[in-house]
């Protein structure tokens, strides 16, 4: 069945970098768009970055955007997202979400990893 | 990229409908018909309940149903049950090739 499995998360201090990994199983990453999403403690749903699934485009919220950056391990069928220049903002349980191919949504999520990032 | 609009909090009755709106723009949600909900569970990954404005998933309670006019897209949950007492997200593609949710409303079930 499908999985995603994010790792990586902990506590940086503002500034820094963090890189989460996203292990997915059930599916080929290269056949598939994949999300990430976050959520700050008792906040709500904040998409943060997207790659298709043929690795090439990649888009991102202009809230991350020159200090995040997704890449991926096909041979691994695994993703990655850099965070760099943290701020406290960026604070959140960051998901990995694969995406329902031509309908534009989220079927499939991971079950989060926690970023602290403090001052 | 500013959040789709949600009421903060619906209430109901069980056995009632509810509705929960969701209100964007002509860039997003009166854009496209790639509007979809989302029921997350304190401390849960959220869960796909609706996409392509009112099409369900397979394993969806057809208790759930979506909508759309205009920039404002709705969620209806017919026959309200306690188990429905949780939080819902819309989201909608938008003509930046980004997504957008909105802020959430927290459904009661008095």
């Known amino acids: 069945q499908v999985q995603l499995v994010e790792s990586g998360g902990g506590v940086v201090q503002t500034g820094g970098s963090l890189r989460l990994s996203c292990v997915v199983s059930?599916?080929?990453?290269?056949?598939?768009?994949i999300h990430w999403v976050r959520q700050a403690p008792g906040k709500g749903l904040e998409w943060v970055a997207f790659v298709e699934d043929n690795g090439r485009d990649k888009q991102y919220a202009d809230s991350v955007k020159g200090r995040f950056a997704i890449s991926r391990d096909n041979s691994k069928n695994t993703l990655y997202l850099q965070m760099n220049s943290l701020r406290v903002e960026d604070t959140a349980v960051y998901y990995c979400?694969?995406?329902?191919?031509?309908?534009?949504?989220?079927?499939?999520w991971g079950q989060g990893t926690l970023v602290t990032v403090s001052s | 990229q500013s959040a789709l609009t949600q009421p903060a909090s619906v209430s109901g009755s069980p056995g009632q409908s509810i509705t929960i709106s969701c209100t964007g723009t002509s860039s997003d949600v009166g854009g496209y018909n790639y509007v979809s909900w989302y029921q997350q569970h304190p401390d849960k990954a959220p869960n796909l309940l609706i996409y392509?404005?009112?099409n369900r998933p397979s394993g969806v309670s057809n208790r759930f149903s979506g909508s759309k006019s205009g920039n404002t897209a709705s969620l209806t949950i017919s026959g309200l049950q306690a188990e429905d007492e949780t939080y819902y997200y819309c989201?909608?593609?938008?003509?930046?090739?980004?997504?957008?949710f909105g802020g959430g409303t927290k459904v009661t079930v008095l």
């Open positions: 059930g599916f080929s990453i290269s056949n598939y768009n």
């Open positions: 392509e404005v009112s």
């Open positions: 989201s909608s593609y938008t003509s930046s090739t980004s997504w957008v």
């Open positions: 979400a694969k995406d329902r191919s031509e309908s534009y949504c989220i079927d499939y």
